[in-house]
């Protein structure tokens, strides 16, 4: 492959001919393969709302590449443009529960969307990403979310394979995740002040503590 990288903008680089963001690119790191697994057997995921063509989790998602919308920030809610039987165009389906890995960026809007849906629709929407006691939208989060469960060990999110080749093509060391990863829950509320519990998720063993 031809890699090289823009001595002009340092936040690019050419793969293939292709130019790419490495600031976008954090914003594409997969969530873990198990962890998704784990949280789909409870949940029934019907959309994944912050993906893109190659890296969906449901074949209904949002984000570049989808039919339904190519920006999920874009919308007000999500999950209630669901098309039956994969028509686009035909009458929605009920609201479905959405999946939500944002990224390392600013999770706020897509945390106040989530709490909008799970409000109006009475859906459950999980956000995963990682804890951050001290921002803005983590407290958001406490005060709007029915449930926080803290993963432990800690998560190894896949990074693209385009930051990887970056990576190799310049000799430099992968960088992870030194962060405690977390699943925020957003459902029905009965209580609006009620903040969230926190958990504790053993997820290599399966068990939420």
């Not at 293939?16 to 963001?21: K, L, Q, T």
């Not at 629709?121 to 995963?128: E, L, Q």
């Not at 469960?149 to 060391?173: F, G, H, T």
Request: some cysteine; overall charge neutral; proline content about 8%.
């Amino acid at each position: 492959m031809n890699k090289q990288i823009d001595k002009q903008n340092p936040d690019e680089f050419i793969l293939d001919g292709i130019v790419y963001s490495l600031k976008a690119l954090r914003q594409e790191w997969e969530t873990p393969p198990e962890i998704f697994r784990q949280l789909d057997d409870e949940i029934r995921f019907g959309v994944d709302v912050a993906a893109n063509a190659s890296n969906k989790k449901r074949p209904y998602f949002y984000g570049p590449g989808s039919r339904l919308s190519t920006n999920a920030l874009a919308l007000d809610v999500w999950g209630n443009n669901i098309p039956v039987n994969g028509m686009i165009g035909g009458v929605a389906v009920s609201p479905v529960n959405c999946f939500c890995n944002p990224g390392f960026g600013d999770p706020l809007p897509w945390h106040i969307r989530a709490a909008r849906t799970a409000r109006e629709f009475g859906t459950t929407v999980v956000v995963v990403g990682l804890v951050g006691a001290s921002q803005a939208w983590y407290e958001f989060a406490h005060l709007h979310s029915t449930e926080h469960r803290k993963m432990s060990p800690r998560p190894e999110y896949v990074p693209p394979v385009e930051l990887v080749e970056y990576w190799n093509a310049n000799n430099i060391k992968r960088s992870g995740n030194n962060r405690e990863g977390c699943a925020y829950f957003y459902g029905p509320k009965e209580d609006l002040n009620m903040p969230a519990i926190t958990r504790l998720w053993k997820w290599k063993d399966g068990v939420v503590i």
